[in-house]
């Protein structure tokens, strides 16, 4: 019997019907193992605290050629719901448009992978492997989502030669972008501590305001760098600054600060980490105060230096788009993070305007685009 394609948009709708808020799975990656499975692929669970996750392959384990696929079904909560102008879970269809929660980020990119790798086995099937690695926790915490998949492949004997990720990437047109790296993301929490005192005698205290308002200005105002070849210069954007404090006759204690870094590959969360340090300990000089220091490194800069594996996704977006994408590193951090340590990872996927928004949407026309997009890239791979 002719196989029959399988509709990206009407998976994607599906995927969006199931409301699979990290850490729930909702039914979500029971519906693609039953899709991948039913087309001949070996699936496997593999859940690890409380997280979902699921690994499929078609063809040989062990293959010289492995194309490998990592995305994730899991989504942010929906905000205020009252505020959505459609069911947040309903997948409705208006205007050419689909909306939902997930839509944009990523459940369209995993349906339309999915879709084109089912079509891929069936019609043609390949000298070599079809990977795709989906987790329910990227939107999380992400140390047992993908990093379980990839520890669990380890374990197993798996591998993926290289590896495409389908986070939209695009700003503002289908094609216009695709992503070879990312910045590196660093959270620090920076308390400072005097002593706490009556405001009418401030001689009796020692006030930790003054001190963090210099402190975070010297942060802020520092130039990181000018940039590297493959990144814009890296960012520090303060955050937080709060005392609890509810008098007006009171000299707080305690004053506390959050900041993120986004970085470039001129640093690494240890290099920074010792650059915070540092100014923490100047002001701590300078105004008698003392200064504590957490740093949570959600990853480090990363990129694909440009060749074989990225022109063929370009070729590809070109073929299908018209339009040359940017190589780029820009945005916030994935689970290429992770990847990246096991093989050369690009991403390429939808236009990421409404990602995590209420009333989130994607284009009909864009799913179905971005599933000949992914099917020319297998086809091309395999040649």
């Not at 193992?33 to 690890?48: I, M, T, Y």
């Not at 660093?186 to 402190?215: C, D, F, K």
């Not at 709060?242 to 204690?253: L, R, S």
Request: aromatic share 6%.
């Amino acid at each position: 019997m002719p196989h029959s394609p399988v509709d990206p948009a009407d998976l994607t709708a599906a995927l969006i019907r199931c409301p699979s808020v990290t850490p729930e799975e909702a039914g979500a990656l029971v519906l693609l193992e039953g899709l991948l499975s039913g087309a001949g692929f070996e699936c496997w669970r593999v859940d690890r605290a409380g997280i979902s996750n699921l690994y499929a392959r078609w063809g040989a384990k062990g293959a010289a050629r492995s194309f490998g696929f990592n995305g994730h079904t899991d989504v942010v909560p929906l905000g205020d719901e009252a505020a959505w102008s459609v069911a947040p879970f309903g997948a409705e269809v208006r205007d050419g448009m689909m909306w939902g929660r997930g839509a944009t980020d990523m459940k369209s990119g995993v349906a339309a992978f999915a879709a084109a790798a089912v079509d891929f086995v069936q019609q043609t099937p390949p000298e070599g492997a079809v990977i795709l690695a989906i987790t329910g926790d990227e939107e999380g915490d992400a140390l047992d989502g993908t990093v379980a998949l990839l520890d669990w492949m380890q374990a197993n004997g798996e591998a993926m030669s290289v590896c495409l990720v389908g986070e939209p990437t695009c700003p503002d047109e289908m094609g216009e972008m695709i992503k070879i790296g990312r910045r590196g993301s660093l959270n620090a929490w920076l308390t400072i501590t005097g002593v706490q005192g009556h405001s009418a005698y401030p001689h009796r205290a020692v006030n930790p305001l003054p001190a963090m308002a210099r402190l975070v200005d010297r942060l802020s105002s520092h130039t990181l760098d000018e940039g590297t070849d493959h990144f814009d210069p890296s960012t520090l954007a303060v955050v937080t600054i709060d005392t609890d404090n509810p008098a007006t006759n009171v000299i707080p204690a305690n004053c506390r600060a959050t900041v993120n870094i986004r970085y470039n590959d001129a640093h690494t969360g240890d290099s920074l980490t010792a650059w915070l340090q540092e100014q923490i300990d100047v002001i701590c000089s300078e105004m008698s105060v003392t200064g504590t220091l957490t740093v949570k490194n959600s990853g480090e800069s990363f990129v694909t230096p440009p060749g074989a594996f990225s022109d063929m996704v370009v070729r590809a977006v070109e073929a299908e788009t018209g339009l040359t994408p940017v190589l780029s590193t820009s945005g916030g951090t994935s689970d290429a993070r992770f990847v990246k340590d096991h093989c050369p990872v690009v991403e390429c996927g939808l236009v990421g305007k409404t990602m995590h928004q209420v009333d989130e949407r994607v284009s009909v026309d864009h799913i179905h685009q971005l599933k000949a997009i992914y099917s020319r890239i297998l086809h091309d791979y395999f040649a």
